[in-house]
Structure formats: C-alpha cells, structure tokens
C-alpha cells in the first residue's frame, strides 16, 4: 500500500512529530509506501509530491514547522478541483491519504471521503485547540507556553514604568490560548470572543490594580469583541476558505484604555510566535501518538475517520462530527477565573 500524507492550514509545533510517527510504523510494521504532499491540499491538487521515507523523517520529531510546507489552498473553490485531487492520487499510486490539520484542512478531507470516495484518515492540528471531537489538539501546549512565558517577562517591564500593557493572544473564535495563559500568566483582564467585554468594566479593573499599586496586564484573545461593537480588524480580505485575518483588537483597546483611563498603555501582539519553534514534551507526545494511531486506522481501512484524544486514550471519530462545530469556552469556566481579574 502507498500512503499520502499533507498538512495542511497554518503551521503547527508537532507537526513534523506526527509525519515521523507515521511514517516510522508504517514502514517498520506494514510495510507501507509513502508519498508526502507540499504546502496542503495545493500538493494533491497539482501533483507536487517528495519522497518520504523513513531518512526523510530522522531528526525531525524536535523541529517546529513541517517539513512538507503548508499553505490554506482550497481546492473545493478551484475548478475541476476534486477530480484533479483524484486523478494525482490515481497517478501517484496512493491507495490512502492521511490530511493534518485544522477545521479547514479536516473539512475537506471529510467531503473528499464523504461524497467523493477518497479513502481518507485525519489528524487533528491546531494551536487554537477548537475541534469539538477531541480534548486536545497539539500544538496548543505549545502557544500557551509561549504567551504564559511572554506573560512573565511584560509583567516585570509593566511594573517599571507603571503602565497598562495588553497583550494579544492567538485563538480565532476560541478563547482557550488567551483563557490558559492568562490564567497561567497572572494576567489582571482576560478578554475572550465567547464573552463580549464590557470596557467600563475592563477600565475598572485597570484603575483597581493600579490603585494596589501593580501595573495591569490584559490579555485579550484576537476575535474577542465588546458589547457595542464588532470585531476589530486591520485586514479584511478573505483567505481561500472565507476567514478574515484576525488581528487589531489589543491596539484598539489599549487606545481605549489609555483614553478612559489617563494610564499610559502598550501593546504587544504575540501573533506567529505562538506558533513556531521547537514544540513542548507534551506535544510531540501526543503528535506522536496521534500518528501511530492514524496510520493504525489505515491499516483497518478506517477511512473517514479522525483520530482524537479523549482522556488518555486515543480514539476514531468521523471527521465530519469533528469538524461540525467549535469546541469554545463554556461560560462556567470562564467564570472560575474571574476572581483574578482587577
């Protein structure tokens, strides 16, 4: 058997992990072939392959990034898009596919597999960790360690010169980076896009810290919105999937911070630093766990499905199921951690 294997969508600490891991078992214990993809599903959609072996996958598993490249190619917008996709496979002798990647990535891979009998296995990858079916995504460990550490080193500065620093987070339409590094970083204000924020309120909060003498720092997630507006953005244009470039959100509150408040303040916008580098211990575990477990659905002809981690054990789970809805913060525990705030 011949299996392809892409990734898909913005990069991903664990990514290469996983390519290893697929790779490493299925040549060891199967015997498989394997055909790797560039830059995602733009790789099947103009036959752009590499060789991939198990020397390809040596010293890869600290390694941020992927190896294969990425990119949010979307070949349901591109004419004659899937049956280019089928006719390359046929070409290129792959029986099987293996799609990483996020909501976008899966979503094709499930329509492919669904309507069209593209025999496919997904793993999910996101640093946002919003995909319903599984608890954890890798790469998220990752970009939380990233922000909480980034966290850390403003306070001090904050600190320095008595002023508001807000910091923003990545996170799309989930607030899970900015909730757990924020939480785990001492922020004063967490700002999520499940919460509109009232800015009164975060302005009360601001002076309160200040009067205990502290410097505030406010962590605010990238699609987080106030109560009397919209999200805030720099850029509107589309990608190939319809999502907007999030972004702008922390400069415009700490305008309007500083302008209610008198208190100078400061933004910094962590942005893809969150997610490149070497990825954490726990993320090439569970990356790697992840791909043994995918290549172990294709050999059980278990296609269509998603692995996912639920407890400690990994399990199947449709694509489509995953990728039918966002796994956002429950209320409840934002909740929790609103004694922290001001």
């Not at 599903?41 to 103009?46: A, F, K, N, Q, T």
């Not at 990233?146 to 339409?173: C, K, N, P, W, Y």
């Amino acid at each position: 058997m011949r299996v392809g294997v892409l990734t898909g969508g913005g990069d991903c600490p664990g990514l290469n992990a996983v390519i290893r891991a697929v790779v490493r078992k299925g040549v060891q214990e199967y015997g498989y072939e394997f055909t790797g993809y560039r830059d995602g599903w733009r790789g099947p959609l103009e036959d752009d392959t590499v060789p991939l072996g198990i020397p390809a996958v040596r010293g890869i598993l600290p390694r941020g990034g992927t190896i294969l490249g990425s990119s949010r190619t979307n070949p349901l917008k591109t004419p004659d898009g899937i049956r280019r996709i089928k006719d390359n496979l046929a070409k290129a002798e792959v029986d099987a596919l293996i799609a990483i990647g996020g909501e976008d990535t899966l979503g094709v891979a499930a329509r492919l597999h669904d309507e069209y009998g593209v025999k496919c296995v997904g793993v999910p990858k996101t640093i946002d960790n919003d995909l319903s079916a599984t608890d954890y995504t890798f790469g998220f460990d990752t970009a939380v360690g990233i922000a909480t550490e980034a966290i850390d080193r403003l306070h001090t500065t904050a600190e320095s010169h008595m002023r508001v620093l807000v910091v923003e987070v990545m996170g799309r339409h989930a607030g899970w980076i900015a909730l757990h590094s924020g939480l785990a970083g001492g922020a004063n204000v967490i700002l999520i896009p499940e919460q509109r924020f009232d800015l009164d309120q975060v302005c009360a909060w601001v002076t309160s810290r200040f009067k205990a003498t502290y410097a505030p720092i406010v962590v605010v997630a990238e699609g987080a919105m106030p109560k009397d507006g919209e999200v805030v953005l720099k850029d509107e244009t589309l990608d190939s999937f319809g999502h907007v470039r999030l972004s702008g959100v922390g400069e415009w509150l700490a305008k309007e911070i500083e302008k209610r408040t008198g208190k100078e303040a400061r933004t910094t916008v962590l942005g893809h630093v969150q997610r490149g580098g070497t990825p954490s211990a726990y993320d090439r575990w569970l990356a790697t766990r992840f791909g043994l477990h995918a290549i172990d659905a294709v050999r059980d002809g278990d296609f269509g499905l998603m692995v996912a981690l639920k407890g400690t054990d990994i399990v199947r789970v449709p694509i489509s199921e995953a990728t039918a809805k966002l796994k956002t913060v429950d209320p409840a525990l934002y909740e929790e951690v609103g004694v922290f705030f001001g």
